[in-house]
């Protein structure tokens, strides 16, 4: 038998086999992600009433875009991923940076960092809600001024880095796992031949330990930025969008409370596909941008 | 192999790269440069813009109305800002008329004849129990007076039995309603106040006067404001079941320290405007009023109170009852004197702006704020229950729930008169006689005058027919504490006119919302006239949309 | 390569006063992060009159708030139901992921690099894109309270698919022609190595499956009108719809309701962190 034909049969065989083991994964895809994904790129360009919807224009896109909420909320989402996700980022590596070491009972420590990963979006926002509030919250007595009147939450100056700040709480635990997960990767004898070469410990973090860890932290910005764009909850329970629309975010846009578009299921489609447009671009420049400073060694 | 530390053989990435920053730079442009200044409610929509509103000091036609004119000004006149009123003298009408006193529609024939049918015989008719679904959004303590009163419903007869179906809150409620097609939906549905017109636009209902004429109910006792929230263009179209009005709450002890009598808070907004200079001059508290911009309170719901206890519209075509509205009126002078007044009461009253009140009780709590507490704030009469659970359990120290005061929301000339809040009950056409008969027998048994006291007592809700005082247990919570009754004696005593009904639009929720926002920028220091102006635009806009895409 | 956690290289130990310095920094810090669970774990043994006496001490202790909060939002019922979910989710994700990995590893089929990429671009679109649209799937079918509805739009996803295809990428070609010489086909192979092998990171995927499915937020409020099948995410947003006296039931709940996944977290933190070395370090 030639080799070709033996190749060609099982290639056909497998197909079928990989069709079997593809196919699970691959009708609940199609169904509820890629077919709601292009259904809603038509949906898109109608308004919906109480009972029907009307088609307009594929230019109500462009309308969409170029709207003031969609434009303000585009900033704000911006915003809100400019400080969660550095900051989350710098926190998290700081924190697994200071427990990586064996001293007694940094188990407990790990554990602690950690803990912030069982708190879901509602369970975390429904805290910092209570914590910030002006008039019953500790934090309002104690920091005093815009926590106080009329508080962290109310201002529409610091609105957004106090919903930030509960994110980023909240993130904290996944962010502090990961990375340790990657430094307990790092060859120890990189580090030891950088001691030998007289580096010092920041010498030692930045050449040794980030290089190594950054495929992890570009892991974490994936998840961080997303997390960041479809953040819905923690605005729903923390400000409803407000004041004055300082922390709406698009996904907020799309489906809050008293926006354009409460109960019209074509304009939400149109924000929402817009929202993944954005998405789109913003992963190919995530890859683009910082794929080449991840060092894939080994 | 641990290779080199930094990552070698870029040559050929870079390549790739070269386009992406200027590929950033470019779409940064791109977005930052093409904002339309349009509003996301008009995308897609192409429609000539509305005539812009009418300039700050028409005095606005005075609408067609049989009804007699409220107390001191007639419809369409204006208090000039700064201005006082002679108090208010005359009593509250405290005999309520029949329940007929709808406006009879003039030229639009009878809508009723062309909507479902509702025959409550079909209910004796029918063999074995009807089993009916009604969806609600009462939790808690509400919840539970519910479904006690459900419970005993289903209980005492064979007919009719209800399954209640909690869903959450209003606004989960309603998303699933309005998501449901008929085969998914329920037999009665709990819908808020500013759901009227979308509900009707849904052309799903049996209105509830079909089947109140159709078992001849008597409606005499109830409450007309309560009644004639839920009818537009001719038709009752709900049944009111839990109401609540807002009302001022205030802090006796503050009020004392200040030299103010804490039996008689301030009625009109002259009063309160004063009564606030005095409790800050005299170092009783430190702010003296708590101000809100929240869209169901300070920013939306209370624009539309004040409005209508001075006599004025909201929204042309009679507040949208007469017919569907076309824009808003609050840009004209009525509303900028409200605005105005506001902004005084922050300036030179000491009032405090809150901010946007996303939890709804940041305007109570400031009155328990240890540091920088305020004297009075407006909120929702059902809240009374809370608020005194809360300070009895110690909130405040130092003051106990008999320290807190109620007393009417204060208006433009007195604070008698109040738009219905909370909820009413709607009876889906699902093309069966007999849920809808079943459905209405339930109904009534809610609205009867024995289940209104029963549940106004447990709840803070105000009871909607006048029989129900006469019946314990809520005959003698009124009379153990007069301060749950002062909600409903504002309800009472609201005037026999169009303006005293609230707004009937599609879109109120947003509408509400978009004000809120004029409201906030006021309270910030904003303009009057220019907030306003601003927020009709957007409303108008709101308001034709929503017509447009519901066959308008 | 993972470097075994049991050695103690040199560089890693420090002592004295960059000991001591050391463990002021670790204790500010965990004190920090710590805050507010702890806030909420002290309001919630608090009964509701008093939860605003002292927020910071436990100076009151009761149950009943636990116990009401348990009743009021029906946490019970809502358990079981978010139990049953994010287990039926967690089993079912874990085993299309292996499955289609699986295959895009180690089966050659015409065009496999372009469904990949399909498969893995639906990573991009965002949930709520699709919610509306999946809402009226779910409602034609007659999804809409039930388990089903609930489940079945998370049975597969991209993630799972594209972490263990990344673990099923290190096993060593060698390998597998030493275990077709043995006689074991595709599912022989599957189940004897390749699964073995890679139980870290199945057990990790397996861990995050799970916590994501009992975090969901939107979709339980938009499949669900009947109160029985809430799940606990909605059950503590219908608790949170408490007015003003009772805050110190939505705080009760909060802490009943982050419990298990608590719970959880302490048993398995090795296993994950183990399974996360695998399969997210390895770019």
Known sequence: MSKSKVSARRRWRESGLALAMLAPSGVILGMFVIYPLVKAIFLGRQRCGVTSCRTTSWHQYVDAFRSNEFQDALIVTLKYALITVPIGLVLGVGLAVLADKYIKGVGIFRTIFSSTVATSVAVASVMWFFLLNPNIGVVADWLGGVAKTPGLLQSPDTALWAVSASSIWANLGFTFIVVTAGLQSVPKDLYESAYVDGANGFTRFTNVTLPMISPVLLFVTVVLTARAFEGFGEIDLLTSGGPKAKTTTLTYLAYGKGLPTSGDDGLRATVTVLLFFVLLILALFQFRGLEKRVHYGN | ?552 | ?283
């Not at chain 2, 208010?88 to 709808?102: C, L, R, S």
């Not at chain 2, 939306?300 to 009852?321: C, H, I, P, S, T």
């Not at chain 2, 004297?375 to 110690?394: C, D, H, I, N, R």
């Open chain 2, 1 to 552: 192999m641990t290779g080199t530390i930094r990552s070698t053989g870029r040559t050929r990435r870079d390549r790739h790269n070269r386009w992406a920053i200027p590929l950033l730079v470019v779409g940064g442009v791109l977005a930052a440069g093409c904002r339309s200044n349009e509003s996301l409610s008009n995308a897609g929509i192409d429609r000539k813009p509305p005539v812009t509103t009418q300039p700050a000091a028409t005095v606005p036609t005075p609408p067609p109305t049989s009804a007699a004119p409220p107390v001191t000004l007639a419809p369409g006149e204006t208090l000039p800002p700064g201005e006082t009123l002679p108090p208010a003298t005359t009593a509250p009408q405290t005999t309520p008329t029949t329940a007929t006193t709808m406006p009879p529609p003039t030229t639009v024939p009878t809508l009723l004849d062309a909507l479902p049918k509702c025959d409550t015989t079909a209910l004796d008719a029918s063999s074995g129990t009807v089993d009916i679904t009604f969806w609600h959004a009462l939790s808690n303590v509400n919840g539970d007076t519910l479904q006690k009163l459900t419970d005993q419903y289903n209980a005492s007869q064979t007919k009719v039995h209800v399954n209640l179906e909690f869903q959450g809150g209003y606004d989960e409620n309603i998303d699933k309603y309005l998501q449901s097609d008929t085969g998914n939906r329920p037999d009665m549905v709990q819908m808020p106040e500013y759901m009227v017109q979308q509900m009707v636009d849904t052309k799903s209902l049996v209105p509830t006067q079909a089947c109140a004429e159709s078992a001849g109910t008597d409606l005499s006792q109830f409450l007309p404001s309560a009644l004639e929230a839920y009818a537009t263009q001719g038709v009752q179209w709900s049944m009111p079941f839990n109401v609540s009005v807002p009302v001022l709450f205030f802090l006796k002890p503050t009020f004392v320290r200040a030299g103010l009598d804490p039996d008689n808070p301030p009625q009109t907004l002259d009063d309160l405007l004063a009564a606030s200079k005095q409790i800050v001059s005299s170092g009783a508290a430190t702010y003296s009023v708590a101000l809100d911009s929240d869209f169901d309170g300070g920013g939306g719901w209370y624009v539309e109170q004040w409005l209508a206890k001075g006599g004025n519209f909201y929204a042309d075509n009679e507040n949208g009852r007469a017919a569907p509205a076309t824009r808003v009126l609050y840009d004209e002078a009525p509303g900028v004197g409200l605005l105005t007044y506001l902004k005084q009461l922050v300036d030179e009253g000491g009032a405090v702006y809150v901010g946007d009140n996303a939890s709804g009780t940041d305007t109570l709590l400031k009155l328990a704020d240890a540091t920088a507490p305020a004297a009075m704030a407006v909120s929702t009469s059902a809240s009374l229950g809370p608020v005194f659970a809360a300070l009895g359990g110690g909130l405040i120290p130092g003051i106990t729930a008999d320290d807190v005061g109620v007393g009417f929301m204060p208006g433009p000339n007195g604070g008698l008169g109040a738009l219905v809040g909370g909820a009413s009950l709607y009876i889906v056409d699902k093309g069966n006689d007999a849920k809808a008969a079943a459905a209405w027998d339930f109904i009534t048994y809610l609205d009867s005058a024995q289940s209104q006291s029963q549940f106004t007592a447990d709840t803070g809700y105000i009871p909607l027919r006048q029989d129900a005082l006469d019946l314990d247990p809520i005959k003698s919570k009124y009379a153990s504490d007069a301060r749950y009754k002062v909600a409903y004696d504002q309800l009472l005593g609201s005037a026999d006119a169009p303006t005293s009904l609230g707004p009937v639009i599609g879109p109120l929720e947003q509408v509400r919302k978009v004000t809120a926002a004029a409201v906030a920028d006021v309270l910030t220091g904003g303009d009057p006239q220019t907030a306003l102006s601003k927020a009709a635009q957007a409303a108008d806009d709101l308001i034709a949309n929503y017509a447009l895409a519901n066959g308008g």
């Open chain 3, 1 to 283: 390569m993972a470097t075994s956690s049991a050695g103690r290289a040199a560089i890693d130990q420090i002592h004295g006063a960059r000991r001591v310095g050391r463990y002021a920094l670790l204790t500010v810090t965990a004190v920090i992060v710590l805050f507010p669970i702890y806030v909420m774990v002290v309001g919630a043994f608090k009964p509701g009159d008093k939860l605003f006496d002292n927020l910071l001490l436990p100076n009151h202790f009761t149950f009943d708030t636990l116990k009401d909060a348990w009743h009021d939002g029906h946490l019970g019922r809502a358990l079981v139901n978010s139990a049953v979910v994010s287990v039926v989710i967690t089993l079912a994700q874990l085993i299309t992921s292996v499955l289609a990995a699986y295959a895009f590893v180690f089966l050659k089929f015409p065009g496999r690099t372009v469904v990949f990429v399909i498969f893995i671009a639906t990573l991009l679109v965002p949930l709520e894109a699709t919610l509306t649209v999946n809402r009226r799937t779910m409602q034609s079918l007659g999804w809409i309270n039930s388990y089903r509805g609930l489940t079945v739009p998370f049975l597969a996803t991209a993630f799972g698919i594209f972490m263990i295809r990344q673990v099923f990428l290190t096993i060593p070609k060698e390998m597998r022609e030493a275990a077709s010489m043995d006689g074991l086909g595709h599912i022989g192979f599957l189940r004897e190595v390749a699964v073995p092998l890679s139980r870290p990171t199945i057990g990790a995927l397996g861990l995050f499956a799970f916590l994501t499915s009992w975090n969901q937020y939107l979709w339980p409020v938009l499949i669900t009108t009947d109160q029985d099948y809430n799940t606990v995410q909605t059950g503590l947003k219908a608790l949170k719809q408490a007015s003003l006296d009772q805050p110190n039931l939505v705080i009760a709940g909060t802490v009943i309701v982050a419990l298990p996944i608590f719970v959880m977290l302490i048993s398995f933190q090795r296993q994950l962190v183990r399974g996360l070395t695998a399969g997210a370090v390895k770019g």
